[in-house]
């Protein structure tokens, strides 16, 4: 099984509904992250949790919240969807706290928001 | 704000060749830099990170190097195979927390 998973795959939805997108890790790793990718312009940040009590704004959060279920689970929801939020998003991991680690990343959800 | 830059956008090369990806970054006071191979429809996978304090990590046919001062980086690939056709992205770490900014990539197909 994979390490980090992500669901749905792929999922479209309307503008105004609101969608949650779950990530689960299997690591037993502290650290969480969401990213959104688009054409042109790499991954930018939406979100980070170093811990289940910790949960942090990255670069581009706007429009979204973050919730820390478990140290395993970490959920995007997108409130009220609008069609610039279509984008490839992907979910991360790395070790604890106290290390330096490379991120491990989920498959992606392909979001598109008509 | 942190800004990364990869040329060229895409590449192609014969099987067998050895290439050379570049990665340039705006601001030198880094923690680390990470190369991560991405393939459609998955995800990114890790490939070499080079902490501030070193020039460069192997890794297989794999080398990147670091200049800091310079605020660049880059990936070298030696006798390209197409199981190497992905795209390569450079991302940077400033904090140590891995909050990470990332360049667009470069997307790097290899003809048999």
């Known amino acids: 099984d994979a390490d980090v998973t992500q669901t749905p795959r792929n999922r479209i939805t309307k503008t105004g509904k609101r969608i949650m997108l779950e990530c689960s890790q299997t690591?037993?790793?502290?650290?969480m992250y969401w990213y959104r990718q688009d054409p042109g312009l790499g991954l930018r940040l939406i979100y980070y949790?170093?811990?289940?009590?910790?949960?942090n704004k990255g670069e581009i959060s706007d429009g979204y919240s973050v919730s820390r279920q478990a140290q395993a689970k970490f959920s995007l929801s997108l409130e009220s969807a609008i069609p610039n939020q279509t984008a490839l998003y992907f979910c991360?991991?790395?070790?604890?706290?106290?290390?330096?680690?490379?991120?491990?990343f989920g498959p992606g959800t392909r979001l598109t928001v008509l | 704000k942190q800004e990364v830059t990869q040329i060229p956008a895409a590449l192609s090369v014969p099987e067998g060749e050895n290439l050379v990806l570049n990665c340039s970054f705006t601001?030198?006071?880094?923690?680390?830099l990470q190369w991560f191979r991405q393939d459609p429809g998955k995800g990114l996978t890790s490939l070499l990170l080079?902490?501030?304090?070193?020039r460069e990590q192997t890794s297989g046919r794999l080398n990147a190097s670091l200049d800091k001062s310079s605020g660049r980086s880059t990936l070298y690939i030696a006798a390209s195979q197409p199981g190497d056709s992905a795209t390569y992205l450079c991302?940077?770490?400033?904090?140590?927390?891995?909050?990470?900014?990332f360049g667009t990539g470069t997307r790097l197909t290899v003809i048999p």
């Open positions: 991302a940077v770490d400033q904090t140590g927390a891995n909050n990470l900014f």
């Open positions: 080079i902490q501030s304090s070193q």
């Open positions: 601001d030198s006071a880094i923690y680390n």
């Open positions: 949790s170093f811990d289940v009590k910790d949960i």
């Open positions: 690591k037993g790793h502290d650290r």
């Open positions: 991360a991991t790395s070790g604890t706290v106290t290390s330096t680690d490379t991120q491990y």
